[in-house]
């Protein structure tokens, strides 16, 4: 078995990535989207959405990560894959399955899974372009409109080189909703003869199961499910001898994540990120519940440095200095 964190744009970015990956239990990761127009990017693009590129594509804990691509134009995708390749990159994941309404209008993204035969393209295109010993991978969902045209997508997206696909078993317009559709995911795996990974609504260990149940799948990703629960890979992987993470070990990373975060953004969004993250802790620590009523309201380093400080000393936590 095979856990993989999930590409969340906007969510995880190089520092989700480090702080999850060195938990533990992750055997890859993949970069937020590059989104690709017809221009040929310079370096500096790449390398500032993934810092891995400098490290061998590995984050410090040493867990390999995918760069990202999304787009509709099968000749830049192709240069703008073979640019991130020669940086560094040792994988190349193809993006057809985002929702959003922007990604959609501008030619990518799940838009495509209704053109299977314009996937194909694509996928070939990046597979020609890059050297035969890096991985192109690609993950959509289910479909567009329905959920009708996950295998013949599947199927081109295999035919046309890719050494893995990832599927998040809900269409497009099933957007986030429960339930995913994890049946859906089985004759995908039995028709493919590359490894399928089944992808959506994995929230607990329990979750994994019915979904490999389910789908037939051996391989896993997951992305909301380890954001609410940064342990859950370790969870998994030793259901018996795990024990659960409480509050007091979730607080020190919170306030590592954020302290190393400051630098990226002015004052008055220094906190964006991290109430990004609070909004999914509350699935299962109530403290974060607590903690984030508090902290929605504040903009400054100090207020928040100040409040983790209050809050630790109120749930008896020790933080670093």
Request: proline share 6%; hydrophobic share 40%.
């Amino acid at each position: 078995m095979r856990i993989f964190l999930a590409p969340m744009e906007g969510v995880v970015d190089f520092q989700m990535r480090q702080l999850l990956t060195s938990i533990g239990g992750l055997d890859g990761c993949v970069t937020e989207f590059l989104r690709i127009g017809e221009q040929r990017l310079p370096r500096r693009v790449f390398t500032k959405l993934c810092p891995e590129l400098l490290q061998q594509s590995r984050t410090p804990s040493g867990t390999p990560v995918a760069f990202q691509l999304l787009g509709g134009n099968a000749e830049a995708m192709a240069f703008n894959a073979a640019k991130a390749a020669g940086l560094g990159a040792d994988s190349i994941d193809l993006n057809f399955g985002c929702p959003a309404k922007t990604v959609n209008r501008n030619d990518g993204g799940a838009k495509l899974l209704q053109e299977p035969k314009r996937i194909h393209r694509i996928v070939k295109a990046v597979r020609d372009a890059v050297p035969s010993g890096i991985d192109v991978t690609a993950k959509i969902r289910l479909g567009f409109q329905d959920r009708s045209m996950g295998l013949e997508n599947a199927h081109a997206i295999a035919d046309a080189g890719a050494q893995q696909l990832v599927v998040h078993a809900r269409s497009k317009n099933d957007a986030y909703r429960p339930p995913a559709y994890w049946d859906e995911l089985r004759p995908i795996r039995d028709q493919l003869n590359i490894p399928v990974i089944a992808n959506g609504e994995i929230w607990s260990p329990d979750d994994l199961q019915r979904c490999a149940d389910h789908s037939g799948c051996e391989d896993f990703m997951i992305g909301r499910g380890l954001l609410a629960r940064p342990d859950l890979a370790l969870a998994i992987r030793n259901p018996d001898a795990h024990q659960a993470w409480c509050w007091e070990d979730i607080l020190p990373l919170l306030l590592d994540f954020f302290r190393k975060g400051i630098e990226q953004y002015p004052e008055k969004y220094c906190g964006n990120r991290l109430k990004q993250w609070f909004m999914y802790l509350q699935r299962n620590y109530p403290e974060a519940e607590l903690f984030f009523n508090q902290l929605k309201r504040l903009r400054k380093r100090d207020e928040i440095e100040m409040l983790f400080a209050h809050h630790a000393k109120e749930q008896k936590i020790e933080l670093a200095s």
